[in-house]
């Protein structure tokens, strides 16, 4: 095991870093080349039952496409992580379910795109969100994660987290929203901040009590910023812009440069980091 593994959900992951949902993650070759450069979990395009060509951030040629790549990774040892939209309950559970089945071993529901908010409107009340991840938990074997809008408050963090736990969802997938020109220091993990919840992870990381895993995604794209992001409760980051500007090398550089990170701070595991940032 290495620095930067980790389990997730309680599946083994080689690296806590992983691409974001859709940017090169959408076809084939992206997500071959994706799984070929880095032996961490190859996170899929969000799809739908039937494919989108709008809106654009949605575009995608449907679930059998992805059902099709997962059961041609899924026997290669790559940790496939498929991502689901839907425009009702009936279309988030048969994506989920057919990604299941090709053998996706986390599977996140995308519940933070406006696409999702204004039709299911998961979000909209305890009830709604209950009912969905309940059907869904019925239906799919794999461990469930749950994007969560950036919208969402802190202070909200508590009641949904509870939901989660009570359906049976293992991971949320919060935005790494830190306040812009953060004070920090890696090496004896402190941040110059008023004490409480840094950020939509860190909010989530802090109410979970050790039973949600928590993945931050929004601005990483280095080593320090992964490294950051884990201090405030990440057990996994995701990495959408620096891919789309450098490529599929850039998913194995912030994880060498976590990994050297945690080395030259005397640490054996990421594990030893995760939630632990302190006040200064
Ligand atoms: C071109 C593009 C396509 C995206 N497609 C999806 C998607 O299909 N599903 C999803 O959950 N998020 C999608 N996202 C959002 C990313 O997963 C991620 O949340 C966002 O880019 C923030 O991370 P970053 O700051 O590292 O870019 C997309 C983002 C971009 C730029």
Redesign the pocket.
């Known amino acids: 095991m290495g620095r930067t593994s980790i389990t997730l959900g309680g599946v083994p992951l080689n690296s806590t870093v992983t691409n974001?949902?859709?940017?090169r993650s959408?076809t084939r070759e992206e997500l071959l080349e994706l799984s070929a450069a880095h032996p961490g979990a190859v996170v899929f395009?969000?799809c739908n039952p039937g494919g989108l060509e709008s809106p654009d951030?949605?575009k995608?040629p449907g679930v059998d496409y992805y059902a099709a790549l997962a059961r041609e990774l899924a026997p290669k040892n790559t940790v496939v992580w498929g991502?689901v939209?839907g425009v009702t309950e009936d279309e988030i559970v048969e994506v989920a379910r057919k990604l299941d089945e090709a053998g996706a071993k986390i599977i996140?529901l995308?519940l933070?795109?406006d696409f999702v908010a204004n039709s299911v409107g998961p979000f909209k009340s305890k009830d709604r969100l209950k009912g969905l991840l309940k059907r869904v938990r019925e239906k799919v074997k794999a461990v469930l994660a749950v994007?969560v809008p950036p919208s969402v408050k802190r202070e909200d963090a508590g009641a949904i987290a509870a939901i989660f736990k009570e359906a049976g969802v293992k991971v949320a997938v919060c935005a790494?929203d830190l306040p812009k020109g953060l004070e920090f220091d890696l090496a004896k993990g402190t941040v110059k901040a008023p004490q409480g919840a840094l950020s939509q992870t860190h909010a989530f990381y802090l109410v979970g009590a050790g039973a949600l895993d928590v993945v931050a995604?929004?601005?990483?794209?280095s080593g320090s910023e992964a490294y950051l992001a884990h201090l405030t409760g990440a057990k996994a980051v995701?990495?959408?812009?620096?891919?789309?500007k450098e490529g599929v090398g850039a998913i194995g550089r912030i994880d060498r440069e976590l990994d050297q990170l945690l080395e030259q701070y005397g640490k054996s595991s990421v594990s030893e980091i995760i939630g632990q940032v302190k006040f200064a």
């Open positions: 974001a949902s859709g940017p959408a395009k969000s951030n949605l995608n991502s939209v996140e995308n933070a795109d994007k790494n995604v929004g601005g990483v794209g995701q990495v959408g812009s620096a891919l789309i």
